[in-house]
């Protein structure tokens, strides 16, 4: 159980378009989930927290105008990158933490997205 | 500002080697987890250690959290192929939603056969 899935796993786009990507949790809910970016051989680092039904809260020095979170369900947060260009190319990794009433220390990770903008 | 140092930041061993990677910091957290990566995917929860002082053995893996809590190593003995990855130490953070975990910067491992 406790299964985090993202679609896309890989999507390359050309400079100053914009591309979505979802986060699902299969077999749970998550009221809270997570954004994270991780530039090849550096560890990852939080861009939001995405909570079910209210606004996500940035990070210090993430865009929120660029990189737009909607937690519309329990089970499904997006993340569009708006107008991308090429330094926004990284992996981009979701987590999820289940509702209450579970371990709410415990964050399950998606398998990443890999962006690649040209 | 909470963070993680890990060190060696990378390690290229013998299959059957042991080794040793470290998570320190200057600040008490009252909890630490293990991750590993591997490329193209994300991150898997090997442990959490709660307890300062804590020991815990998973298959090769020991993982022992710092009786301060403000450090954790992870050991693994007779390293094999499949072990290579990126290991992560994580621990709860402050972030502004108070909620996340900050991360380390991570040991790449490398086992050759």
């Known amino acids: 159980g406790a299964v985090v899935s993202q679609h896309p796993s890989r999507v390359i786009c050309k400079s100053g378009t914009s591309v979505k990507i979802e986060c699902r949790s299969l077999d749970f809910q998550a009221t809270t989930m997570f954004w994270y970016r991780q530039f090849p051989k550096q560890s990852l680092m939080l861009m939001a927290t995405s909570n079910e039904g209210s606004k996500a809260t940035y990070e210090q020095g993430v865009e929120k105008d660029k990189f737009l979170i909607n937690h519309a369900s329990l089970t499904l947060s997006t993340l569009t990158v708006t107008s991308a260009h090429p330094e926004d190319s990284s992996f981009y990794i979701c987590?999820?933490?289940?509702?209450?009433?579970?371990?709410?220390?415990?964050?399950?990770f998606g398998p990443g997205t890999r962006l690649t903008v040209l | 500002t909470q963070l993680l140092e890990q060190s060696p930041q990378f390690l290229s061993i013998q299959e059957g080697e042991n080794l040793t990677v470290y998570c320190n910091s200057s600040s008490v957290f009252s909890s630490l987890q293990w991750y590993r990566q591997e490329p193209g995917e994300g991150p898997v929860l090997l442990v959490t250690?709660?307890?300062?002082?804590e020991v815990k053995k998973l298959k090769r893996l020991t993982f022992q959290f710092g009786d301060a809590r403000k450090d954790s190593s992870l050991h693994i003995t007779a390293a094999q192929p499949g072990d290579t990855g990126l290991y992560l130490c994580a621990g709860p953070g402050h972030n502004q939603a108070g909620t996340a975990l900050i991360f380390g910067k991570g040991t790449t491992l490398s086992v050759s056969s």
């Open positions: 250690v709660v307890t300062g002082g």
């Open positions: 987590s999820a933490i289940r509702s209450a009433g579970y371990n709410t220390d415990t964050q399950y």
